[in-house]
């Protein structure tokens, strides 16, 4: 048996605190090819909203301006953690 004293668990909340602060939010839009169907996603640009035609851009696959936004998503990340 351990003669140690028992310390009880005490968790650091100015460290969980801290790991917060350094969270970031990443927002992702995904976008569909209406010509060749393809789904792929790319870093959220201002004035991006679901279902919106981005006569702007050209698909990756098929180069045909005929993108539409399929979904827009956002995430909690740790740019610290890779
Ligand atoms: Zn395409």
Redesign the pocket.
Known sequence: MSEEPELPMIPDIGDILDRKDKMVEKITTVIK??????KYDRPFKPGDFTFKKLTDE???????D??VIEEIYSEWINPKKK
């Open positions: 090819c209406r010509s060749c169907n393809i050209k698909c990756k696959e098929c180069s045909k005929t993108l």
